[in-house]
Every structure is written in C-alpha cells, then in structure tokens.
C-alpha cells in the first residue's frame, strides 16, 4: 500500500515555464513534507519542506503548496531551467520522527526542453 | 563543510554471499538512516541509527542489519544476498533532532549476481 504517490513518472516542460509536481497521501499521520531532487548517479538532495501548520513555502523559484483537506501538495518550480531537469521525489514524515523514517512517492521525472 | 560519504560506490557480489556498507556523515552529524532504492519499489526505510543505538526499523528482513560507531559512522551489513537486493543503498544523516531535514549521501550500488 503505497502511501505517498507521484502518479506522474515524468513530465516535459518548456525552458522558462512553470513546473508543476504533484504527490498526494493517504496517511493522515504525516504532517511533515519534503521534496527531494536526484540527479543520475547521486544521493537525493534536499529542495524545500513544509509543515502541515502552513499551506506554502517558498524559496527562490521553488514554492511548496500543502492542501491537508485533498492529501495533496504540489512544488512548484519558476521559471524552470535546463538544470532542473532530474527525478523529483515526495517525501513524508510524522511529528516527533516516524519509526518508518521518511516515506517516498516513487518519483517524477522532469525534462526541461530548450 | 564535507557532506555524507559512502564507501564503495560500486559493489558486485553473488548470491548467498554477504556484504558490508559504510557510511560517514555530516560532522556534528548523530543520526544515520539507511534506504533501499529499487525500481520497482523506489526508495524505502531500512533502520536509522543514533548514538550507536538502533532508535528506528523498517520493513526489511533480519538479513538487513547495521551499526555506528562513537564517531558516528554507519555500517550496514546484508547477509545471505539474493537476487532482490540489487539496489542502490543511501545513507543520509541529521544531528538527530525532531523533524529535521536529512542531507544524502551518494549511494553505495549493489549488483547480486
């Protein structure tokens, strides 16, 4: 039973254009969220996170939207650049540090076209 | 400030053989977390270390076991190796801290022949 999903293993943008990620989850325990990137032939790096007790983060061209009523969080990336184009992944995590530590969706694969 | 390490990078082995992974975090670092990263299964929880002591277990069988060192170090040993745990092996670690991001190190990737 997966539990955070990323029902789109990959997506194409334009240079320029807004990058739209999605995850939803199931577990309503998890009120800590994360979004990791991961280039070919490295660990996962850390982008943005957000606590359940807000609905947005952002930092640079990086936004994290978080809707607890849907199970949905979304990141946004804008304006999107050729460097951006990796494996994104949604992490979740609850309060006080799960005994299943972070649980990921299974990714999705950003391509920026010039 | 160096990041996480792992040693090797690469690892061939055959079944039924046993293998060992070692993973050097952040310094000031106290926690390391180890996961499995499978196609099918992407990335799951395998256990997490702090201060030598094993605070958190995933889903996986006994032949998954690991340890730290007072130095904060992480080693992570599979035993009787099967087919299935080709993968690839991250450790990432924090101070150990609730709710705190953890940082990954590149992977150690395994190939069971």
């Known amino acids: 039973d997966q539990q955070v999903k990323q029902n789109s293993p990959s997506l194409s943008v334009q240079e320029g254009r807004i990058s739209i990620l999605n995850c939803d989850y199931t577990?309503?325990?998890?009120?800590?969220f994360l979004w990791y990137k991961k280039y070919p032939a490295e660990g996962p790096t850390f982008l943005i996170s957000i606590s359940s007790i807000k609905d947005k983060n952002e930092d640079g061209r990086f936004t994290v939207f978080l809707n607890k009523s849907a199970k949905h969080l979304s990141l946004h990336i804008v304006p999107s650049q050729p460097g951006d184009s990796a494996v994104y992944f949604c992490?979740?995590?609850?309060?006080?540090?799960?005994?299943?530590?972070?649980?990921f969706g299974k990714g999705t694969h950003l391509i920026i076209q010039p | 400030k160096a990041g996480v390490t792992q040693t090797p990078r690469y690892l061939i082995k055959t079944r039924g053989q046993q293998v060992t992974l070692s993973c050097s975090p952040i310094s000031g670092h106290r926690s390391v977390s180890w996961y499995q990263q499978t196609p099918g299964q992407g990335l799951q929880f395998l256990f997490e270390?702090?201060?030598?002591?094993?605070?958190n277990k995933g889903n996986f069988p006994g032949r998954f076991s690991g340890r730290q060192f007072s130095n904060s170090r992480s080693e992570m040993n599979v035993s009787t190796l099967e087919l299935g745990d080709s993968a690839l092996y991250l450790c990432?670690?924090?101070?150990?801290?609730?709710?705190?991001?953890?940082?990954f190190g590149p992977g150690t990737r395994l190939l069971v022949l």
């Open positions: 270390y702090f201060s030598e002591t094993q605070r």
């Open positions: 992490a979740a995590d609850r309060s006080g540090g799960g005994a299943d530590g972070l649980t």
């Open positions: 990432a670690s924090t101070t150990g801290r609730v709710d705190e991001t953890q940082y």
């Open positions: 577990n309503s325990m998890f009120d800590y």
